[in-house]
């Protein structure tokens, strides 16, 4: 059974900052993985997608990578801004089209 | 990518109730769909999966007599809460996922169900 899990569960950093958001999964037969927004009370925004044959996507400050064989992707955020504050969900396609969530990284930067 | 549309966006409820949130796949013959629900400051959790035209498969631990699910066409997946209660009270969203070289999984809006 696949299960995803995220470090850290929160992180509060002051704007301006570089950050890495960290997510691991333990089966490795998956069809891609996906790197979601959430803002509190809110759905989900989809930031970056990354297929299983892919090794990273970058949209804007930010910057995920995947490493399928070792189970584990980080997102990168660069030059944080206070606006990013939210919470950062990792999920991972695999057998039967699932998706699977990690529990999220909520995330606070200061002004 | 495929839209997905969800319906209620919230709603309110008495306790012993029953509640249908409908979800729709707008530009996407959709043969799966799935539904999560998520409690506050928690993650998104599997319920089931919905399958056109048979029967729903419930994730452990899920009450399928409680968590009704109806996938009757290719475009529309229902959940209906039966007999809700203060703890069915959560965010609930659907979802559907591409096949072959398009598995990207899009979700809807989500329904925050209020049970009181």
């Known amino acids: 059974k696949q299960e995803v899990t995220q470090i850290p569960a929160a992180l509060s950093v002051p704007e301006g900052e570089n950050l890495v958001l960290n997510c691991s999964f333990t089966d490795s037969a998956i069809y891609n993985l996906q790197w979601f927004r959430q803002d509190p009370g809110k759905g989900l925004t989809s930031l970056l997608l990354i297929q299983s044959s892919q090794r990273e996507q970058t949209s804007g400050r930010l910057n995920a990578s995947l490493d399928k064989s070792s189970g584990r992707s980080t997102l990168y955020i660069a030059a944080s801004q206070p606006g990013d504050s939210a919470t950062y969900l990792c999920?991972?396609?695999?057998?039967?089209?699932?998706?699977?969530f990690g529990a999220g990284t909520r995330l606070f930067v200061k002004a | 990518g495929a839209v997905v549309s969800q319906h209620p966006s919230w709603v309110i409820c008495k306790s012993g109730t029953s509640v249908k949130i409908e979800c729709r796949s707008l530009d996407f013959q959709a043969t799966t769909m799935f539904w999560y629900r998520q409690f506050p400051k928690q993650s998104l959790m599997l319920m089931a999966t919905?399958?056109?035209?048979?029967?729903?498969?419930?994730e452990q631990g899920v009450e399928k007599d409680k968590f009704l699910i109806n996938h009757a066409s290719l475009t529309l997946s229902t959940l209906t809460v039966t007999s809700a209660h203060p703890e069915d009270s959560s965010f609930y969203i659907c979802?559907?996922?591409?096949?072959?070289?398009?598995?990207?999984?899009?979700f809807g809006q989500g329904t925050r169900l209020t049970v009181v």
């Open positions: 979802s559907t996922t591409g096949r072959g070289k398009d598995t990207e999984a899009f």
């Open positions: 919905s399958n056109e035209g048979s029967k729903a498969t419930y």
């Open positions: 999920a991972v396609t695999g057998g039967g089209f699932k998706t699977i």
